[in-house]
């Protein structure tokens, strides 16, 4: 139940597909040949075509040469999908170099790829294509040929002008690509940590899959060993006594009445009857969710108090999962004691975890349970496993909330020091006969 940062999950999403990049540069392709036919052949002004016609059909021909080369289906590198968006910048940068430079009011262009490192690629590869598309911008900013115009008529913007569409362009590519990178980034760690979570949760259905498997097993084994056993029990009277056959068939029937046994006893372990497998009080919960954590150095209080009988659910891995990983930051962050209660009536189940440590940081107080927040008040023990909260709280806040329960989290009011974390369940949802173990979840 430790954090894991978000360095250690390594997910494909970062690698763009190379059949992605061709069809956008398929619709650049489209967009740039119907432009320049439209000023040249439409309007018939003067502009060098053959050389911008030139531009566009190279990048058909790196398409096409693609397409050929590699399947469409195979994703790129971080580096390959780098250069393919930076050739994308500077033919877009020949292109206006030819027809007006910053003049032109397709020059906001240039902020496409960018655009496109910004939701697929890593902060510092969409950084170097924004370094490269503002130098293109500067650069088209002062070199560039005449906007094309009807031959009467020399168009020329005027010096302060070109300057403020150049920091219009720098300034709309900055904000645009930061605020891409930040929503894709926080998709992709949403995606990382459900993935995450969902993970843990297989390897918890998994252990508790084990258990069915024994009693299939057990079902299956009885019938032929039930025969094993009657032929060897009639056997036994068929032999003389000293006769060596009797005892090996009385061998027989001695291990196979062992295996009767075992095979009863692992079905045991199934049995709806089993109520003290099958079902858990809160007590018990609350001792397998504290174990773990006792030696540690803190001291962990446990108590319990109801105005009614004590709720029993069932085995649950995601709440069994969930309590731990709170309490396992409690006891990361705690001075010196740690309180884990249970408090119930006829319709509320509710355990509070409280530490006597720093408490929650306001500046990340409202964030708390998002992917990778791993900020307290204060600096983490030294030697702690729990790595602070972060993904580990956001997989607790996940699992308990699929199982219908509410979230608190705040810091404990003075004199007292520390954090306080809720967790709350309708009393009959706790309650109910179907758990996260089951595959429904």
Known sequence: ????????????????????????????????SAALLVVYVGLGYSLPAGPAFAMVAMSAWLNIFLKIRWPSAMRLSERAATLQLAYDILQM?????????????????????????????????????????????????VF?????????????????????????LVLTLGFMAVYAFRVAEEARQLADALT???????????????????????????????????????????????????????????Q???????????NSLSSEEDQTYQRMPVAQLLEDVIDPHRGTGVAIHSTQNGESAEPVGTRNAAIRYGLGNLVENAVDFAKSRVDVSATWDDTTLSISIRDDGPGFSV???????????????????????????????????????????????????????????RVSWPRSTFERSVGVDETSF
């Not at 020949?94 to 902060?123: C, D, E």
């Not at 969409?126 to 503002?134: D, F, H, M, R």
């Not at 560039?144 to 219009?168: C, K, M, N, T």
């Not at 079902?219 to 006594?241: D, M, Q, R, S």
């Open 1 to 32: 139940m430790t954090d894991q940062p978000a360095p250690n999950i390594t997910l494909p999403h970062r690698r763009l597909k190379l059949d992605t990049l061709v069809r956008l540069r398929w619709l650049a392709v489209g967009g740039q």
């Open 363 to 421: 500046d990340i107080l409202g964030k708390i349970g998002d992917p990778y927040v791993s900020v307290r008040g204060g600096k983490s023990p030294q030697g702690s496993t729990g790595g602070g909260l972060g993904l580990g709280i956001f997989i607790a806040k996940t699992l308990l909330e699929r199982t219908g329960a509410k979230l608190l989290l705040e810091n404990q009011a003075p004199p007292d020091s520390g954090a306080h974390v």
């Open 93 to 141: 940068s020949g292109l206006l170099l030819l027809t007006g430079g910053l003049g032109n009011p397709f020059a906001f262009l240039l902020m496409a790829p960018v655009m496109v490192s910004a939701t697929g690629l890593s902060s510092r590869y969409t950084v170097v294509l924004g370094v490269l598309a503002t130098v293109c911008a500067s650069f088209l900013a």
């Open 256 to 266: 196979a009445e062992r295996c009767r046994e075992i095979l009863k006893q692992l």
């Open 196 to 254: 995450a979570t969902e993970l843990v949760l297989a390897r918890e259905q998994h252990l508790n899959a084990l258990d069915g498997l024994a009693t299939a097993a057990a079902h299956e084994l009885g019938t032929p060993l039930a025969t094993i056993y009657l032929v060897a029990k009639e056997l036994n009277g068929e032999f003389e006594t000293g006769d060596h056959r009797g005892e090996d068939v009385a061998l027989i029937r001695s």
């Open 144 to 168: 560039h040929f005449p906007l094309p115009w009807p031959d009467s008529e020399d168009f020329r913007l005027p010096v302060i002008y070109s300057v403020g569409i150049w920091i219009a």
